[in-house]
């Protein structure tokens, strides 16, 4: 196939690349994504709010069981694992390359797979910290009460996970770490997002380098001059590249 001998060439020229990730990119690993005919924002939440209400900032304030109701059964999935994409990012990574993952997903895939320089945009399910106390935990530390709302165990405050909701702004530290990486980079690979998202889909135009590639099951809504584009499963692309 001519797009992947391309594919395959502009990995073993990169120096620098950056890999810029939405949710198509662990739809392999058994995770749904939002936007799709078949994503969490076009099902019915069954409790008279829309999905991107329940995962607000607001939400979480004025109905803290409802919302880990939701978030435990939609987007927390503790056994999911890594598929070819994640482990080709770490194998590229291991063989030598300067591989810098920015990830839209919360699930943490890419660090189980090995990728050591991973920028989360939206935070992960992994971290978590009490309201009151800022005491952190990871996910299998949570204990949850008797309405399933996690509760810190030296006060009993609220422990949220640390992800950007609905209403809250990214982190201006990882921000500006993605701006960065990507403006540094000579190949930069757009995977599994329809860049539909503010401002996660404005980072692209940092990118002064010399390739840029996307791959995604469906065309982008966002107009984006490419240096190639590959209409394909993320994992199943890279399935066929060699390190």
């Known amino acids: 196939m001519e797009e992947l001998d391309t594919l395959q060439n502009y990995m073993n020229n990169s120096k620098k690349i950056v890999f810029f990730g939405g949710a198509g990119v662990s739809t392999e690993s058994g995770i749904p994504d939002f936007r799709s005919a078949d994503g969490i924002y076009n099902q019915k939440?069954?409790?008279?709010?829309?999905?991107?209400?329940?995962?607000?900032?607001?939400?979480?304030?004025?109905?803290?069981?409802?919302?880990?109701?939701?978030?435990?059964?939609?987007?927390?999935?503790?056994?999911?694992?890594?598929?070819?994409?994640?482990?080709?990012?770490?194998?590229?990574?291991?063989?030598?390359?300067?591989?810098?993952?920015?990830?839209?997903?919360?699930?943490?895939l890419h660090q189980l797979a090995g990728s050591q320089y991973v920028l989360e945009l939206h935070g992960a399910i992994h971290q978590n910290h009490c309201l009151i106390c800022q005491k952190d935990y990871a996910l299998e530390e949570l204990k949850l009460d008797k309405d399933g709302i996690p509760r810190c165990t030296l006060d009993n405050g609220i422990v949220r996970p640390n992800v950007v909701l609905y209403g809250e702004a990214l982190d201006e530290t990882v921000l500006t770490a993605s701006i960065t990486a990507i403006s540094e980079a000579d190949v930069m690979i757009i995977a599994g997002t329809s860049l539909s998202v503010y401002p996660a889909n404005g980072l692209i135009h940092y990118f002064k380098g010399k390739k840029l590639i996307l791959i995604n099951k469906t065309s982008l809504q966002q107009a984006t001059e490419a240096d190639l584009t590959i209409i394909d499963a993320v994992g199943e692309t890279f399935k066929q590249l060699k390190v």
Do not use: C, M
Request: glycine letters at 6%; charged letters at 20%; zero cysteines.
């Open 45 to 108: 939440t069954g409790i008279g709010y829309l999905a991107e209400e329940i995962i607000s900032d607001w939400f979480l304030a004025e109905h803290p069981a409802l919302f880990f109701d939701y978030y435990f059964k939609h987007l927390v999935y503790p056994q999911a694992r890594p598929n070819p994409a994640h482990d080709y990012l770490a194998s590229l990574e291991k063989s030598g390359k300067n591989v810098t993952v920015v990830t839209q997903n919360i699930d943490g």
